[in-house]
């Protein structure tokens, strides 16, 4: 009985151990990332494909409602294709988006101040950040990735293949769109952890970093605390339109054709009649 106990809690230990550190300590998953191979164009719209099939995840929430309380309201929309992920920013945003005011020195640094996205992903779903990979995005079109050392470097591509963003100015509204290919050996069916923070500001040639919406309010860049997403293999498809049966047109009636000489009955029965007479009188003449 007691090698029986023993060999239960040795299994329990191992697969403890086997639960990736941010799935055991972070606070739950956000669901399911479907997997859609339709075909994704990275242009800053929102794509039906996103809105009916993909992981929608809320990012409303004021990071920190004292000092970063925030009213801009944002939604995420993820898919994957096996191989990327694709994932768009919803965001509507009621601070200043003149990009003209922006200021160029956002490569690096204090780059997260400006208005745009921190996007956090833990692809080796490890809750390390030592292999976190991070993305800094602005609304002005720029970004830079890295990994670890959450510095940018010559390594971008590793993390984001695509990246795409629209300002509507009157309707105080922009879209981000990421394309960014798996990393750490992610695969479908793999967990991975996730985060997002996105930052406005009252006066954009500023950087004040005045307002922070997110995913996951007072957690930055703390991986074991993230959420997690799944890699699905549950494939998606958008529904064909229906097909429009082929519509019948309206068969004319055929109508008798009207001859004066030889369709009237009566007619035809003064003619047969007239010649027959007219036979008959030949007949005689000769």
């Known amino acids: ?36 191979k339709g075909g994704i164009t990275v242009d800053g719209k929102i794509d039906e494909a996103y809105t009916k099939l993909g992981l929608k995840i809320d990012a409303t929430q004021s ?29 509507s945003d009621p601070y200043d988006l003149d990009v003209s005011k922006y200021p160029k020195e956002n490569e690096d640094g204090g780059a997260w101040k400006n208005t745009g996205t921190e996007l956090y992903v ?6 390390a950040v030592s292999t976190m990979a ?23 591509k590793t993390y984001v293949s695509e990246y795409k963003t629209v300002i509507d100015k009157a309707n105080k509204k922009y879209v981000l769109e990421f ?46 605390e993230f959420k997690n997403v799944t890699i699905s293999g549950t494939e998606v498809k958008m529904p064909e ?9 309206p068969k004319e009636e055929q109508k008798p054709t009207e001859n004066p000489t030889t369709g009237d009955p009566i007619t035809v029965l003064a003619i047969i009649a007239a010649v027959s007479g007219a036979g008959v009188v030949i007949s005689k003449k000769r």
Request: glycine fraction near 12%; charge should be negative; charged fraction near 20%.
């Open 63 to 91: 990071f920190d409602t004292g000092r970063y309380k925030s009213d801009a309201k944002a939604w995420l929309y993820m898919l994957h294709d096996g191989a990327n992920l694709y994932l768009v920013y919803d965001v």
């Open 179 to 224: 394309k960014l290919p798996f990393n750490d050996g992610a695969k479908i069916g793999s967990e991975i952890g996730f985060n997002a923070m996105i930052t406005s500001n009252d006066d954009i040639s500023k950087g004040n970093q005045d307002h922070i919406t997110c995913t996951l309010p007072g957690v930055s860049n703390s991986a074991a």
């Open 134 to 156: 991070k993305v800094c995005a602005w609304i002005d079109g720029r970004f830079w990735g890295a990994g670890g050392t959450l510095t940018a470097g010559d390594n971008v």
């Open 122 to 127: 833990d692809w080796g779903c490890t809750g």
């Open 1 to 36: 009985m007691k090698k029986l106990s023993l060999a239960l809690a040795i299994l329990m230990i191992a697969l403890a151990l086997a639960v990736p550190a941010s799935a055991a300590k972070g606070k739950g998953s956000f669901g399911e990332v479907p997997l859609y």
């Open 241 to 249: 339109p229906p097909k429009e049966e082929p519509k019948e047109e």
